[in-house]
């Protein structure tokens, strides 16, 4: 089951790009990685998925790079609505499907 | 238009008692995942099931925990004779089949708290 490794905890101030990086050294050919949103006292919520390259939405971007050991949640602009805690997934697990989450980032966005 | 619903929202006990969360998945979603959450720490898997199936329980501790996704009916995840430690965000997602590209749905959580 590939590990992901992300900074703890990141501050940012409003109208900046916030590029929070995530590694996963043992990534398996068919893992996706996953990005999802969390905010007090609420469940996590989907923000973008990306296999390799580049994807965007219109939340956010994600960097892939070619080796896809790891990959880059780009918030552009962020406001004081995105302080949240950000979760890196890669998976699921190609034997049971389960999903694990790590530590995630806490975000912290200022005036 | 409705998201994953658990219930209750907050549930208060008494050590010894026994706590029974429901979650009910999205329509047409057949897989749940519970999750159990401490303060200030991230989400850690407890188990994961299709109806009436358990596809994998190796997060939830042996004794006292358990968890059921019937044909008809919310899952349930139920703890017997909860301690103090107990105590966690108790969060449920569902996801319409698995596959490497799946995303998950998540409720908006059960706060436990054990007297």
């Known amino acids: 089951l590939a590990k992901t490794t992300q900074p703890i905890s990141m501050d940012s101030y409003e109208g900046q790009e916030v590029n929070i990086t995530c590694s996963h050294n043992n990534i398996a050919t068919n893992d996706y990685i996953t990005w999802y949103q969390q905010f007090p006292s609420q469940g996590p919520r989907f923000i973008i998925q990306g296999y390799k390259t580049k994807v965007t939405n219109e939340v956010a971007s994600l960097f892939i790079p070619a080796d896809r050991k790891s990959s880059t949640l780009s918030l552009p602009r962020v406001s004081l609505s995105d302080t949240a805690v950000y979760y890196c997934?890669?998976?699921?697990?190609?034997?049971?499907?389960?999903?694990?989450f790590g530590t995630g980032t806490r975000l912290q966005v200022f005036p | 238009n409705a998201g994953v619903m658990q219930n209750p929202r907050h549930l208060v006990r008494r050590r010894g008692q026994e706590a029974r969360l429901r979650c009910s998945p999205m329509?047409?979603?057949?897989?749940v995942y519970w999750y159990r959450q401490l303060p200030e720490e991230g989400l850690k898997f407890m188990v994961y099931l299709q109806k009436e199936n358990i596809i994998d329980e190796s997060g939830m501790p042996k004794e006292r925990f358990s968890a059921e996704f019937p044909k008809e009916g919310p899952s349930i995840l139920r703890i017997q004779q909860v301690v103090r430690g107990d105590s966690a965000a108790y969060f449920c997602?569902?996801?319409?089949?698995?596959?490497?590209?799946?995303?998950?749905?998540f409720g908006s959580g059960t706060q436990l708290s054990v007297l």
């Open positions: 329509k047409g979603h057949s897989h």
């Open positions: 997602a569902s996801s319409p089949a698995p596959g490497q590209d799946e995303k998950l749905f």
């Open positions: 997934l890669v998976g699921p697990d190609y034997n049971t499907d389960k999903l694990i």
